[in-house]
């Protein structure tokens, strides 16, 4: 699943009260600029077991354009 910064998704986690949950965790590690390995439980089922999600930072690297024809170009 991929968590844009502005909160666009693309893919699923499959159940849509975690996928809330993994949106928010992504968003926390883009605004600390760090990956994490974080548990998720469900909410209100003390039978389940919880989910471990690892969220990964990928950013691009940055791009130099340098543009001119000229002999400082």
């Known amino acids: 699943m991929l968590v844009w910064p502005d909160g666009r998704t693309l893919g699923s986690v499959g159940e849509p009260a975690l996928q809330a949950h993994v949106v928010a965790e992504a968003?926390?590690?883009?605004?600390?600029?760090?990956?994490?390995?974080?548990?998720?439980?469900?909410?209100?089922?003390?039978?389940?077991?919880?989910?471990t999600v690892h969220l990964d930072l990928l950013r691009p690297d940055p791009t130099l354009l340098i543009i001119g024809a000229g002999h400082v170009a």
């Open 27 to 51: 968003q926390a590690v883009m605004a600390e600029n760090a990956s994490r390995l974080t548990t998720l439980a469900p909410e209100g089922d003390p039978d389940q077991a919880g989910v």
